[in-house]
């Protein structure tokens, strides 16, 4: 079985479709983009495979276990294989950026012994141990982002997340991010990655699955960014058809 699978996965908030029978496959070490504009489905389908979310209909497997049935003891365990960089789960401003990492492991029951040369370590992936004691209003733009990642990387997952992960970031600080994305994943992780950063996704050529108003259009290996993202007309197709489905 793959990695990750979803089945026909539909997902409503308050009776409005956010995902519409979605399923697609990913493959144990795949580097995947997820693209879409704003609103298009993107985090929704990531905070499924980390089980934040559970689906209207269908089902999620991750390493060969259905989620919707998952104990919620069970949950630490199951997330300590996925790291997750994300905006949304922004750094505590209180804590420096060692005690913001430390943070994530105990968050996952993996705090302990071992812990603080694992921090190191992650610091060192990816270049900030210099910043080990500094406050993140004291760090750039780039160094935040990294730290970000640094969080998402101490638990040493099996799978990598990252949504959005240039989001806040100047073009070149935009693309280190995403070499160092890109070195994580050659050391043996499955990658994925929403973004809509468009130059980024053609340059990297890697599979890109397309989402537009929660449906999946399109999904391609070796791709270029896919314009139907972005498309109205593809926009106002898609939800066409979804009106009819329903009406019938
Ligand atoms: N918790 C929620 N409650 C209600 N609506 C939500 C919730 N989360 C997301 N949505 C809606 O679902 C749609 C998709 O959101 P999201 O997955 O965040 O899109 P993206 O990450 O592609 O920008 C949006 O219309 C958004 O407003
Ligand atoms: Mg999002």
Redesign the pocket.
């Known amino acids: 079985m793959a990695e990750i699978v979803f089945e026909h996965v539909t997902?409503e908030?308050?009776g409005?479709i956010?995902?519409d029978d979605v399923s697609f496959r990913i493959e144990k070490g795949e580097f995947v983009f997820i693209i879409?504009?704003?609103?298009?489905?993107?985090?929704?389908?990531?905070?499924m495979i980390t089980r934040q979310?559970t689906p209207t209909e269908g089902e999620v497997f991750v390493f060969g276990a259905p989620l919707n049935t998952m104990k919620e003891k069970e949950l630490p365990y199951y997330r300590r294989r996925i790291g997750v960089m994300s905006q949304d789960m922004g750094m505590l401003e209180g804590m420096t950026v060692y005690e913001n990492i430390a943070l994530a492991l105990q968050a996952v029951e993996r705090a302990g012994r071992g812990m603080k040369r694992r921090i190191m370590e992650t610091m060192g992936l990816v270049g900030i141990v210099e910043k080990a004691h500094a406050y993140p209003r004291e760090l750039s733009g780039g160094e935040q982002a990294r730290m970000l990642l640094a969080r998402a990387m101490a638990v040493d997952p099996d799978i990598l997340i990252a949504?959005?992960p240039t989001a806040n970031l100047d073009p070149d600080t935009a693309w280190d991010m995403m070499l160092l994305l890109s070195e994580i994943h050659r050391s043996g992780k499955t990658l994925i990655i929403?973004s809509h950063a468009r130059e980024l996704v053609t340059v990297m050529r890697k599979r890109v699955i397309t989402?537009v108003a929660?449906a999946l259009v399109d999904d391609e290996k070796n791709a270029v960014y896919n314009h139907k993202a972005v498309d109205i007309f593809e926009e106002r197709r898609v939800l066409e058809e979804r009106n009819k489905k329903l009406l019938k």
């Open positions: 997902k908030f308050n409005q956010v995902l879409g504009k704003s609103g298009a489905g993107k985090s929704t389908l990531l905070n979310l949504d959005e929403s989402l929660g």
